[in-house]
């Protein structure tokens, strides 16, 4: 998976903040705070080629119950890529 070329992450203050750039911004004017799992996933999209592995890497990452991982990451992987944020 990956991030698509229009969007940058920045780490601010401790936070994760994904910015838009060139034809993103000219479709989302503003910024994107991530909570700690959505800035971990974000950080960590290349090291995944499919969302269940990106679950994986969340399970070994974080304290979370594997069905509540599952629904919540591929919720968010999807709702990313519907949005051209991600490819995969």
């Known amino acids: 998976m990956k991030a698509a070329k229009d969007y940058v992450v920045r780490e601010i203050a401790g936070d994760v903040v994904i ?25 960590n999209l290349e090291k995944c080629d ?3 592995e990106m679950v994986e890497l969340v399970l070994e990452n974080y304290e979370v119950e594997r069905e509540v991982a599952q629904e919540q990451i591929l919720s968010f992987l999807q709702d990313m890529k519907t949005v051209g944020m991600i490819e995969y």
């Open 50 to 52: 499919t969302p269940q």
């Open 19 to 43: 910015v838009p750039t060139g034809k993103a911004a000219q479709q989302f004017n503003g910024l994107i705070t991530a909570n700690s799992v959505a800035g971990f996933v974000w950080l």
